[in-house]
């Protein structure tokens, strides 16, 4: 059993900053690549930022220059710092995670349960 869960959404004003946090746990045994997607209403969901386990990043350009995307792999927790937040960030925030449970299984996605992140005009 994985779980994956997401703290930090909220209500902000435009250009202001929020993190969001999501912590893994678990039978896990690796963990690949970890991201952000969001989802606003009406919408698809689409990818904000994703990092691999050596660090590497992804992200949009709609969020570029004021979104960070960091990890600890110690604690399986992926992170979010949010600058700049525009109303256009208004979405559902989900945590991804490609891990695998043990040495003989692939690795699969999994979901947190997302965060509501409200950027005020």
Known sequence: ????????????QAGGSLTL??????????INAMGWYRQAPGKQRELV????????????????GRFTISRD?????????????????TA???????LSMD?????YDYWGQGTQVTVSS
Not at 82 to 88: A, I, Q
Not at 92 to 98: D, G, K, P, R, S
Request: charged share 10%.
């Open 21 to 30: 946090s999501c912590a893994a746990s678990g039978s896990i045994f690796s």
């Open 103 to 107: 040495y003989f299984n692939p690795a």
């Open 49 to 64: 930022a994703t990092i691999t386990s050596g660090g590497s990043t992804n992200y949009a350009e709609s969020v570029k």
């Open 1 to 12: 059993q994985v779980q994956l869960v997401e703290s930090g959404g909220g209500l902000v």
């Open 73 to 89: 792999n110690a604690k399986n927790t992926v992170y979010l710092l949010m600058n700049s937040l525009k109303p256009e960030d």
């Open 92 to 98: 559902v925030y989900y945590c991804n995670a490609e």
